[in-house]
Structure formats: C-alpha cells, structure tokens
Nanobody
Framework: QVQLVESGGGLVQAGGSLRLSCAASGIIFSIYTMGWYRQAPGKQRELVATIASGGGTNYVESVMGRFTISRDNAKNTVYLQMNSLKPEDTAVYYC????????WGQGTQVTVSS
C-alpha cells in the first residue's frame, strides 16, 4: 500500500519560512519523480516543484528563488523549503510520486498572513 504523508504546514506571516516534508512508503522511492503541488480555494491544482530520480529540479516561475525542493532517498522523504512566503502562497500543498502510476498525499495547509 502506497502512502505519502505530508507534514510541516501551518500559519506564518508574510516573509516567513516553512519546510514541508513528505514521507513515502510502499514504493521504491529512489526511482520516482517527486513533486509538490498546491491548490488554493477556487483554483485548480498547480505544480510547484518537482525533483527527478537523478536530482534534476523544476519550479513554477512564481516560486523560483524562494522555494527549494530536495530529497533524501535514505529516508524516503522529499522536502520543500519555502522562504520569503507571500499571501498568494496560501494553499493546500500536496505531495506527488510519479513514475508509471501517480500517487498523492492527503495535503497540508499553508496559510500566509499579510
């Protein structure tokens, strides 16, 4: 059974930082592309960042220079370090594991107050 469990969300003031974690089980973590997506109220889910099995990363333009995705294959965990947070970053953040099949976590709320 595949499980992706996110943690680290919360309420933070604009300009602050949070680090999200996603612990995976039930998959061969190292061969999956891992990603973070977010969904704000009334909006579609959007890609935030991905990290490939080889370590290559990809970011949506709005978070470039502020967010960093990383992975620890020994811990089966992917991280999203979020700095200089803005109110428009407020959303539910979802972890994704993608290879031939795609798996999702339950999401963690991030709220940035102005």
């Amino acid at each position: 059974q595949v499980q992706l469990v996110e943690s680290g969300g919360g309420l933070v003031q604009a300009g602050g930082s949070l680090r999200l974690s996603c612990a995976a089980s039930g998959i061969i973590f190292s061969i999956y592309t891992m990603g973070w997506y977010r969904q704000a109220p009334g909006k579609q889910r959007e890609l935030v960042a991905t990290i490939a099995s080889g370590g290559g990363t990809n970011y949506v333009e709005s978070v470039m220079g502020r967010f960093t995705i990383s992975r620890d294959n020994a811990k089966n965990t992917v991280y999203l370090q979020m700095n200089s947070l803005k109110p428009e970053d407020t959303a539910v953040y979802y972890c994704n594991a993608d290879r031939r099949l795609s798996y999702w976590g339950q999401g963690t709320q991030v709220t940035v107050s102005s």
